[in-house]
């Protein structure tokens, strides 16, 4: 597999990560799938989305595949009024990343980050590798600060 901008990023840091590849298929990116394929729960596998914040601007949200965004307490959370998810076609622009394979780690700029607070439970989680079909399975906490991020509870 080739190495994705995130993988360099943690190679660079020296932060251990074990790369899950899984068959992409188009009719379903479902996190359901994902956590399937790579043979952990999902509640372990995070997806990454990224919204924008009526007083902070974009942010960045990590959350249970299996669980959504709760909109209010999010915004809340964060300093905001309200928030309002990026459009999919903004996405790679403002990221660098694609639908199903955006990663917080290597976004094109640094955005505040938070994990939904469930994160806590596990030793280790899965978060995209930057490209469909690969996720980086690494301990939590180093991922945590090696991103800048904050465990809240924002998850539903």
Do not use: W
């Not at 899984?22 to 990454?48: C, R, W």
């Not at 009526?54 to 949200?61: N, S």
């Amino acid at each position: 597999m080739v190495k994705t901008n995130a993988m360099r990023m943690l190679d660079a840091a020296k932060i251990p990560y074990e790369v899950l590849t899984y068959e992409v298929d188009e009719s379903d990116l479902s996190g359901a799938h994902i956590a399937e394929q790579v043979g952990l729960p999902m509640n372990m596998v995070f997806k990454t989305l990224v919204a924008k914040g009526d007083k902070t601007g974009h942010l960045v949200f990590c959350i249970p595949v299996d669980r959504e965004i709760d909109l209010r307490p999010a915004a809340a959370l964060t300093g905001n009024k309200k928030i309002e998810m990026v459009h999919v076609k903004d996405l790679l622009g403002l990221t660098g990343y694609i639908r199903g394979g955006c990663s917080p780690i290597g976004m094109k700029k640094k955005f505040p980050t938070y994990f939904d607070a469930t994160a806590a439970d596990h030793e280790k989680i899965t978060v995209s590798a930057g490209v469909r079909g690969a996720q980086l399975l690494l301990d939590r906490e180093a991922l945590v600060k090696f991103v800048g991020g904050r465990l809240i509870d924002v998850a539903r």
